[in-house]
């Protein structure tokens, strides 16, 4: 079974310019998380969305982020325009429904914004 | 608050056991994990535990939850080469969303 798909890996924009990221979770995962992973840090919660409903996204800097799940599988993160400060790894993750516990992470897309 | 901490290195030789320690500060959490973090990989959840339980055990891997010190340990027997990688806990501060700590780095030598 496939896991958590992310692209792209790698992510060089100038910044003020817009950016995407698209997450495929795993088939049935009816919950999917976007996290922040700064150099150093631990993952930040951005954004979680059981199926296409996001109910937390309250880390999420909205003037300049933003984020669907048309169908409550895909999702894309978008990010208009980039600053330098958004140079990180941003981690989609998914998990099945009543079982919170096991999320499972894509690989994630660095980006790095100069 | 939501405060999780870490050191952020260790270095064992191979064959030793590795104790990575964590604590946390939200006593309302109900699971606690660890995840694993290879160079350029994704999170690997390795464990978790429950907060009503102080030990789970899964091969080489040993959980030692304090809940009344807030501290949490993964003890890893027979650390080898392969087990190198950044070590993260996490709470679930009784939520759906994943509290991070800042990661430690466990370096294995021969």
């Known amino acids: 079974e496939a896991g958590v798909v992310q692209s792209p890996r790698y992510k060089i924009i100038e910044k003020k310019q817009p950016v995407a990221f698209w997450c495929n979770p795993i088939?049935?995962?009816?919950?999917l998380y976007w996290y922040r992973q700064n150099l150093g840090q631990g993952p930040e919660l951005l954004i979680r969305?059981?199926?296409?409903?996001?109910?937390?996204d309250s880390q999420l800097p909205k003037d300049r982020f933003s984020a669907e799940r048309l169908k409550g599988v895909d999702s894309t993160l978008k990010i208009q325009p980039a600053e330098l400060g958004d140079s990180a790894v941003y981690l989609c993750?998914?998990?099945?429904?009543?079982?919170?516990?096991?999320?499972?992470f894509g690989q994630g897309t660095r980006l790095t914004v100069v | 608050g939501e405060d999780v901490e870490q050191s952020l290195f260790l270095s064992v030789r191979e064959g030793d056991s590795s104790v990575i320690n964590c604590t946390y500060t939200d006593s309302s959490s109900t699971y606690l994990y660890w995840y694993k973090q290879e160079p350029g990989a994704g999170l690997q959840l390795l464990t978790y535990?429950?907060?009503?339980?102080d030990m789970k055990q899964d091969q080489r891997l040993t959980v030692l939850l304090n809940k009344k010190d807030k501290h949490l340990s993964l003890r890893i027997a027979d650390t080898q080469t392969g087990d190198s990688a950044i070590y993260f806990c996490?709470?679930?501060?009784?939520?759906?969303?994943?509290?991070f700590g800042t990661g430690t780095r466990l370096q294995v030598f021969p």
């Open positions: 993750a998914s998990s099945p429904p009543e079982v919170n516990t096991e999320a499972f």
């Open positions: 969305y059981e199926n296409e409903e996001a109910v937390d």
């Open positions: 996490a709470e679930d501060n009784n939520t759906d969303k994943l509290i």
């Open positions: 088939s049935g995962h009816n919950t």
């Open positions: 535990i429950f907060s009503n339980m």
